[in-house]
């Protein structure tokens, strides 16, 4: 089943602008990550945040992890046209066969124009 | 570039055809992992490797046979594929497997085009 989804599927953005895009996830995580994909390439890994993290930082990049109400926003701050892309969180599935195994949503897709 | 690289990019085979998808990853890592991604449907795990052993198969039909001959590389043996297969394929490594905790970062190849005729 599906873990983590993300809100919104798409958003579109002038250049400069910020970016948020959120995930919500059903079962308990020890933590959770996001990846960007460019269109016709793989998944990039961009950032871990644990569950006793609530805040996260790398670059221009901002997450945060609220785990009682189970969701995590990815901000992106001053985007650029580079920026354009997917982005998906990832959980793991901690219980049954699946166990250990990395969950992604459908990703959000922003667009972000010059 | 990740380290994990993919061939071929794009392929295009009838449903009759066998072939044979390619990962090679260059940075010492311990488990692998093909994924499918479908437009407009989560990305889906098909199988994984830890240590050149298969510990996931997530009930995908035998006409998708993969192979780990070492730690470096994985394939995944394709024979009387569907229409539906057609989806870009993608594999991934991490330093070990995720585990329980999910602390193992991924890394992705850019994957094969997959189309079926």
């Given at each position: 089943?599906?873990?983590?989804?993300?809100?919104?599927?798409a958003l579109s953005i002038q250049e400069g602008e910020n970016a948020t895009?959120?995930?919500?996830?059903?079962?308990?995580?020890?933590?959770?990550?996001?990846?960007?994909?460019?269109?016709?390439?793989?998944?990039?890994?961009?950032?871990?945040?644990?569950?006793?993290?609530?805040?996260?930082?790398?670059?221009?990049?901002?997450?945060?992890?609220?785990?009682?109400?189970?969701?995590?926003?990815?901000?992106i701050?001053a985007s650029r046209a580079?920026d354009t892309?997917?982005?998906?969180?990832?959980?793991?599935?901690?219980?049954?066969?699946?166990?250990?195994?990395?969950?992604?949503?459908?990703?959000?897709?922003l667009s972000v124009k010059? | 570039?990740?380290?994990?690289?993919?061939?071929?990019?794009?392929?295009?085979?009838?449903?009759?055809?066998?072939?044979?998808?390619?990962?090679?990853?260059?940075?010492?890592?311990?488990?692998?992992?093909?994924?499918?991604?479908?437009?407009?449907?989560?990305?889906?795990?098909?199988?994984?490797?830890?240590?050149?052993?298969?510990?996931?198969?997530?009930?995908?039909?035998?006409?998708?046979?993969?192979?780990?001959?070492?730690?470096?590389?994985?394939?995944?043996?394709?024979?009387?594929?569907?229409?539906?297969?057609?989806?870009?394929?993608?594999?991934?490594?991490?330093?070990?497997?995720?585990?329980?905790?999910?602390?193992?970062?991924?890394?992705?190849?850019?994957?094969?085009?997959?189309?079926?005729?």
């Amino acid at each position: 089943s599906q873990q983590g989804e993300e809100d919104p599927q798409a958003l579109s953005i002038q250049e400069g602008e910020n970016a948020t895009m959120n995930c919500s996830y059903k079962t308990s995580i020890n933590n959770l990550q996001w990846y960007r994909q460019n269109s016709g390439r793989g998944l990039v890994h961009l950032i871990l945040i644990r569950s006793n993290e609530r805040e996260k930082h790398s670059g221009r990049l901002r997450v945060t992890l609220d785990t009682s109400k189970k969701s995590s926003s990815l901000l992106i701050t001053a985007s650029r046209a580079a920026d354009t892309a997917s982005y998906f969180c990832a959980t793991v599935a901690g219980y049954g066969g699946s166990q250990g195994n990395l969950i992604f949503g459908k990703g959000t897709k922003l667009s972000v124009k010059p | 570039e990740t380290g994990v690289t993919q061939t071929p990019r794009h392929l295009v085979m009838g449903m009759t055809n066998k072939k044979s998808l390619k990962c090679e990853q260059h940075l010492g890592h311990n488990a692998m992992y093909w994924y499918k991604q479908s437009a407009k449907k989560p990305l889906e795990l098909m199988f994984v490797y830890s240590l050149e052993e298969r510990v996931e198969n997530n009930s995908v039909p035998s006409r998708f046979s993969p192979e780990c001959p070492n730690s470096s590389h994985l394939f995944l043996h394709l024979h009387t594929l569907q229409p539906e297969d057609s989806a870009l394929y993608l594999c991934a490594s991490s330093q070990d497997r995720t585990g329980s905790l999910g602390n193992q970062p991924q890394h992705f190849g850019d994957g094969t085009r997959l189309s079926i005729l």
